[in-house]
């Protein structure tokens, strides 16, 4: 089955208007700092100089989404310096290449935040300075007021419900067939950035929805900050279906297979889902040693992804995981560029919805999902 995501904007980064002069005027490329981890990328040719912050290159998300980057540099004849952490949830690092980026004085900057609280004063600086932000892939709803001038998204909401409802349709009949409480895990990894709370709360929210439909009784327990953000949450005592939503302490594949492993050690647990491509991998590194992943609950436990890479494309394909979702990270990067190119050549810019797919062994190949299982 074949679903199509169609986003809906995020709040607090709203269209803008025409630019009268844009960023700091620069006309040379500035290399910016960079760590072992960071890319820089360039291409000649242009008066524009963007400079580029993304999440990290600890996954391949953000080597696609750099593909789209350096297509459009190449196309638009722009020049790019591109740099992030080593991992996303290093955030302190991620806000001082922020703020160095801010100090070349590029004529725009494209963001992929991290943190969207932690990002605020620099994209006051940033406002200050008169350089356009453009954020990708993930909202900062919070942010300065002109600060950024359009939003690259995903309706992560909307994706995270995609992911319920397939993985509903696997264990509905588990859940109403249950003698005793049974557990539904899922692995974020942080609840900082928009997206990925965004998605986490959208898969709690659609999976809530669709039990309470069929008349069982939820209760979401674990991370504090996704348990705070439910509505009329029950009681983990008399509850029919246990939501356990796990965060790592740092955003790696080995943190996160730690926090599935706990989940899926359990003996009530049917189901888990990763939020993204390193706590999918996570959730498949804990199924080394654990051997439990399975395509019904009565075989085992019920395992949905999230993104691609070719950890995750093998384990759709052979059935480990009945599926995950996936988004255009090469779109995103490519459309983030050119909106930046777009608002210093004085044209009206907007926010841009990117659309996100459910994917599983039988419609991967599909001609519309397939260029979007990246590698």
């Known amino acids: 089955m074949k679903k199509k995501v169609l986003a809906v904007l995020l709040g607090g980064c709203m269209a803008a208007g025409l630019l009268a002069g844009c960023g700091g005027g620069n006309d040379t490329a500035s290399s910016g700092d960079s760590t072992d981890a960071a890319a820089d990328s360039s291409s000649g040719g242009s008066d524009y100089h963007f400079e580029v912050v993304v999440k990290s290159f600890q996954s391949t998300y953000w080597q696609a989404a750099i593909q789209g980057i350096d297509a459009a540099a190449d196309e638009l004849g722009v020049d790019i310096n591109t740099t992030g952490p080593n991992a996303e949830s290093d955030i302190a690092d991620q806000v001082n290449m922020l703020n160095n980026a801010i100090s070349q004085k590029p004529d725009g900057i494209a963001l992929a935040a991290n943190d969207q609280s932690a990002v605020l004063p620099s994209l006051q600086d940033a406002l200050d300075a008169e350089i356009p932000v453009v954020c990708f892939d993930t909202g900062v709803p919070d942010a300065p007021e002109g600060s950024v001038i359009a939003t690259i998204a995903t309706d992560n909401e909307s994706a995270g419900a995609v992911a319920a409802e397939n993985m509903y349709e696997v264990i509905k009949d588990t859940i109403a067939n249950a003698s ?52 009329n949450n029950g009681d983990e005592g008399s509850a029919d279906v246990i939501i356990e939503v796990a965060v790592p302490a740092q955003t790696t594949v080995e943190l996160s297979a730690t926090e599935a492993s706990n989940i899926m050690n359990k003996d009530d647990t049917i189901a888990i889902f990763g939020s993204n491509q390193v706590t999918a991998e996570g959730v498949l590194t804990a199924n080394q040693n654990l051997s439990v992943l399975a395509s019904t609950p009565d075989e085992g436990i019920v395992g949905v992804g999230f993104d691609a890479g070719a950890t995750l494309k093998a384990a759709v394909a052979d059935g480990t995981l009945i599926g995950a979702v996936t988004q255009a990270p090469v779109d995103q990067g490519n459309l983030a560029i050119h909106a930046l190119y777009d608002y210093c050549e004085g044209n009206e810019v907007s926010d841009i919805a990117t659309d996100s797919y459910w994917y599983d062994a039988d419609n991967m190949n599909d001609d519309d999902i397939a260029p979007n299982l990246y590698d």
């Open 180 to 231: 005793a409480p049974v557990r539904i895990g899922e692995v974020n990894q942080d609840a900082t950035s928009a997206n990925i709370s965004g998605r986490g709360m959208g898969f709690i929210n659609k999976m809530k929805e669709l039990i309470e439909a069929d008349g069982k009784t939820v209760a979401v327990i674990g991370n504090q900050y996704y348990v705070d953000q439910v509505e």
